[in-house]
């Protein structure tokens, strides 16, 4: 069983920081490529930023040049740096991790989801 767990979502002024942490835990070989999705009331998930197992990046437009991703292979972790906070970036957080287990198996993880929040 696999388990991924994010943290440090919260409420933050428009133009401040907050940083994600995404930490995959259980029975992992290894993790292939990772990523954050956010969803906003009303409104489809989207993805907001991928990184392969090489630490290739690739963002939404909405983000780039404010979010940074990035991951520690050897904690099993991913997280997202995210800058000059806008309230349009009001939305859960999830964080999606395409795993190989020990038996050989691969499949996509979800996390729970943080809130991220965004207003004066």
């Known amino acids: 069983q696999v388990q991924l767990v994010e943290s440090g979502g919260g409420l933050v002024q428009p133009g401040g920081s907050l940083r994600l942490s995404c930490a995959a835990s259980?029975?992992?070989?290894?993790?292939?490529?990772m990523a954050w999705y956010r969803q906003a009331p009303g409104k489809q998930r989207e993805l907001v930023a991928g990184?392969?197992?090489?630490?290739?990046?690739n963002y939404a437009d909405s983000v780039k040049g404010r979010f940074t991703t990035s991951r520690d292979n050897a904690k099993n972790t991913m997280y997202l740096q995210m800058n000059s906070l806008k309230p349009e970036d009001t939305a859960v957080y999830y964080c999606?991790?395409?795993?190989?287990?020990?038996?050989?198996?691969?499949?996509?993880?979800w996390g729970q989801g943080t809130q991220v929040s965004v207003s004066s």
């Open positions: 259980g029975s992992i070989f290894s993790i292939n490529a």
């Open positions: 990184i392969t197992r090489g630490g290739s990046t």
């Open positions: 999606n991790a395409n795993i190989r287990s020990y038996a050989g198996v691969i499949f996509d993880s």
